[in-house]
């Protein structure tokens, strides 16, 4: 997903998708009786499902996003504390993912070694 892409997102199911993959770390499926659904993962290895939490509609749900980004260890979070718009909060989380995933994509320039004989005297 590219940054314009991200932009570009409109607050509802696909934003809500991207959120909850990207971010709280759960499979999305649907399902032909309930819908969309989150599949969460416990310590012991199990699942669980739920309905697919409305990150970028609600703000206490938009809030979760918040918390999970610091337990993540982004600092921007700071910044979206007093946000009040969850597409907002949504796109900025997102952001900062894609942003930390170029920079970890990025090599590191290696200096040029040389191997210099030894001069014997």
């Known amino acids: 997903m590219t940054r314009d892409e ?6 509802g199911r696909n934003l ?17 009786i309930f819908g969309d659904m989150e599949i969460h993962d416990t310590d012991q290895g199990e699942h669980f499902y739920g309905p ?11 809030q979760l996003v ?3 980004m610091a337990n993540l260890g982004y600092p921007e979070v ?6 009040k718009r969850p597409e907002v ?3 900025a989380a997102l ?5 930390k995933d ?18 014997r005297d």
């Open 89 to 91: 909060i949504c796109r």
């Open 52 to 62: 697919l939490t409305p990150y970028s509609e609600n703000l206490s749900s938009a």
């Open 66 to 68: 918040i918390l999970r």
């Open 78 to 83: 700071g910044l979206w504390e007093d946000e």
């Open 102 to 119: 170029k920079k970890e994509k990025i090599p590191k320039k290696r200096p040029k070694l040389y191997l210099v004989p030894k001069v």
């Open 16 to 32: 809500n998708i991207c959120v909850s993959e990207e971010i709280m770390g759960t499979k999305v499926v649907h399902d032909e």
């Open 6 to 11: 991200i932009l570009l997102m409109k607050a």
């Open 95 to 99: 952001l900062a993912v894609l942003g």
